[in-house]
């Protein structure tokens, strides 16, 4: 089981820039993800990061071009950098982890493995 602590969430305005961070334990050898989930809507992937050497960063949809993932090793910490935020990005993110134990990709083709945080809350504002 994966420990992880998700912080950085607030309330923005449109146009503004946003880091989120999540702290891992264990955090070697972790396929590493950033999901959101808005309001009476299904959680929705931004995209993932190999924590070990030679990881490649993949977005979903609504990231990309837009946020960015990156990893700490030193503080065991991935983070994701939101520029141009827009108030359809509002909602809960989640920070998840799998230690592939099962899949030997990152990201893994289902879900089912990972540990969750708790969330971080963003509001984007008009």
């Known amino acids: 089981q994966v420990q992880l602590q998700e912080s950085g969430g607030d309330s923005v305005q449109t146009g503004d820039s946003l880091t989120l961070s999540c702290v891992a334990s264990p955090y070697a050898k972790l396929c590493m993800s950033w999901f959101r989930q808005a309001p009476g809507k299904e959680r929705e992937w931004d995209g993932s990061?190999?924590?070990?050497?030679?990881?490649?960063?993949y977005y979903g949809g609504s990231a990309t071009g837009r946020f960015t993932i990156s990893k700490d090793d030193a503080k065991n910490t991935l983070y994701l950098q939101m520029d141009r935020l827009k108030p359809e990005d509002t909602g809960m993110y989640y920070c998840?982890?799998?230690?592939?134990?099962?899949?030997?990709?990152?990201?893994?083709?289902?879900?089912?493995?990972?540990?969750w945080g708790q969330g971080t809350q963003v509001t984007v504002s008009s």
């Open positions: 998840a982890g799998d230690q592939l134990t099962r899949w030997r990709q990152c990201p893994p083709p289902i879900w089912e493995d990972n540990s």
């Open positions: 990061l190999f924590t070990g050497i030679g990881g490649t960063a």
